[in-house]
């Protein structure tokens, strides 16, 4: 049986997809001018210039591919689960799972987005 996306969870399979194919400029647009991003390991993202930056000079990961397990929408609260398997800039292959979760501002961009990686730490 197919299921048709809701516009959240197509927005975030948009969202990959552009990560994925490594097109900076259009999810950038996906966020807020002021948005923020938290992710382990990094400052604070600041604004649609910091997610620019993120993502054509600081992210490790070189390139890759996202799958959605999961999108949960509570308000306007996306929740993700899902995994990815790629490689790093210094050539090391990587597979790991992670979760993100975004929030949506009134116009229907993300305004918020923390990400977290399920790694063997305590």
Excluded: N
């Amino acid at each position: 049986m197919t299921t048709a996306l809701t516009r959240e969870a197509a927005l975030v399979h948009d969202f990959y997809r552009f990560v994925d194919s490594d097109d900076v400029p259009a999810l950038v647009a996906m966020f807020t001018e002021d948005t923020t991003y938290h992710r382990p390991g990094y400052p604070p993202v600041a604004g649609q210039d910091g997610m620019s930056h993120f993502y054509t000079h600081q992210r490790v990961i070189k390139a890759g591919e996202h799958r959605v397990e999961s999108v949960v929408l509570e308000g306007d609260q996306i929740a993700v689960r899902g995994s990815f398997e790629g490689v790093l800039r210094d050539g090391t292959r990587t597979s790991l799972r992670y979760a993100d979760f975004f929030t949506l501002a009134a116009d229907g961009r993300f305004s918020k987005r923390e990400t977290f990686f399920f790694a063997p730490l305590v």
